[in-house]
């Protein structure tokens, strides 16, 4: 993750403001809040400017995942192309893979899932799956707001805190 936030801050920080930046990369898929907040330090953005721009440019995406990503993975997966097909089976291997674990523990493995930050959990994933498994949409939605606020509280100290102190 380290390796796109770097190439990321490299490659599109000569062209927009920092904090776009840093809100454009929490947008993104695998690296989001996480990849956003370390971007944040990188480029010297103080924490408490950071995580507004941070947090919101993770939510952001997340409501169009929710009413949307069933409909989305079964065109794919009826897809003539196989290529489209294969990505929509792959997406619902991974979801069922999981399965288990949010129907389990539904609100609390959702929001640990989505709030210890390690990689393939996040918003994104978190999302994805509560929209496969049919949570109920309250419980989810306040499940992965819980879950990326102990993922900022996390990456905060984690970046600010042990980051901060060996790049200074």
């Not at 920092?18 to 944040?40: D, H, N, Q, T, Y």
């Not at 294969?86 to 389990?104: Q, T």
Request: aromatic letters at 10%; a positive charge.
């Amino acid at each position: 993750m380290e390796s796109l936030v770097t190439w990321f801050t490299t490659h599109w920080g000569q062209y927009i403001s920092k904090e776009l930046l840093c809100f454009i990369i929490s947008m993104f898929p695998i690296v989001e809040l996480r990849g956003g907040i370390l971007a944040s330090t990188l480029l010297q953005i103080p924490m408490i400017k950071a995580v507004p721009i941070c947090v919101a440019g993770n939510i952001i995406p997340l409501p169009f995942i929710l009413l949307f990503i069933k409909k989305i993975i079964r065109v794919m997966k009826n897809s003539s192309i196989r290529f489209f097909s294969k990505i929509g089976n792959w997406i619902e291997d991974k979801a069922m893979k999981n399965k288990h674990k949010i129907e389990k523990y539904e609100f609390w493995g959702l929001m640990l899932f989505v709030g210890i930050p390690i990689p393939g959990t996040g918003g994104w994933t978190g999302t994805l799956l509560a929209a496969v498994f049919e949570v109920d949409t309250k419980k989810a939605v306040l499940a992965i707001l819980l879950g990326l606020c102990m993922a900022t509280v996390i990456m905060c100290v984690l970046s600010y805190g042990v980051i901060g102190h060996v790049v200074s």
